[in-house]
């Protein structure tokens, strides 16, 4: 684990699922990694209190659209709808990934009653009957560059009732180190080890957030650092 990288600009180059034709079997092992490492790094705790204060004072009963961009293998939207259950509200969640082989094993992970839906294809080219209450993501931004991120940030501020949340990763070399160490420790897939250190290094930080969200127009949006090493972006809109 020698060589420390320049953390003062975002790191160039694809991820290796994002440019990598694995075997289904290889893949769902390789996601099924991803998820040990977002358990351990407290990666949902953002989103769901970020849907806590979007939802609080709402009736016992009332319907909460959600919408999760790149959802993977569909483990935070699962976890989204036993909250919501929990919380008394009725949960109708989407996911939205253009990788056919998430959309068949979110359906083989999650029980059909749950009602999910997973949607494959562009995210700028789905047309919901009805526009979710919030739009969110988990360590999907960082994929993108950034006009896309500020193409991102004006399309959900259009789509989203209610509000939007961007959970994903703080730049910082301590946690490019952390996760490598824990990643080694682990014995996770190489792509896991590849991908995770290199999330990291294409994370934003908040003076980007910032300049990007004045790019795109968004007013009204908050930053909060999480543990560990979550920098989030997220907006309620008035009245909602």
């Known amino acids: 684990m020698s060589g420390w990288p320049d953390f003062s600009a975002r790191a160039s180059g694809p991820e290796w699922m994002d440019v990598r034709d694995y075997p289904l079997g290889e893949f769902e092992a390789i996601l099924a990694d991803l998820e040990a490492a977002n358990r351990l790094t407290f990666a ?56 056919p082989r998430c959309r068949a094993l979110a359906e083989a992970h999650t029980p059909a009653a749950m009602g999910i839906e997973w949607h494959e294809g562009d995210l700028f080219g789905w047309e919901p009957a009805v526009r979710p209450h919030a739009v969110i993501s988990s360590l999907f931004a960082h994929h993108l560059e ?25 730049r910082h070399w301590f946690a490019w180190g952390g996760f490598r160490a824990m990643a080694w420790a682990m014995r996770w897939h190489p ?23 004045e790019a795109a127009g968004v007013r009204g949006a908050e930053l909060r650092w999480h543990p560990l090493f979550r920098l989030c972006v997220g907006r309620l809109k008035a009245g909602a």
């Not at 609080?56 to 909460?64: D, H, I, Q, R, S």
């Not at 293998?73 to 008394?88: K, P, Q, T």
């Not at 792509?191 to 990007?212: K, Q, T, Y």
């Open 191 to 213: 792509c896991v080890r590849h991908d995770g250190a290199l999330s990291v290094r294409r994370g934003f930080r908040a003076g980007e957030w910032r300049a990007m969200l």
């Open 146 to 170: 950034t006009a896309e991120v500020v193409r991102l940030l004006r399309w959900q501020e259009g789509m989203a009732t209610d509000g939007w949340f961007v959970n994903d990763l703080h």
């Open 44 to 99: 949902a705790p953002p989103t769901l209190a970020f849907l806590r204060r979007l939802t609080k004072g709402w009736p016992e009963g009332a319907e909460l659209r959600v919408a999760d961009l790149g959802y993977g293998e569909g483990a935070m939207l699962r976890r989204i709808h036993r909250w919501a259950v929990a919380r008394g509200l009725r949960p109708k969640l989407t996911g939205i990934d253009m990788n």
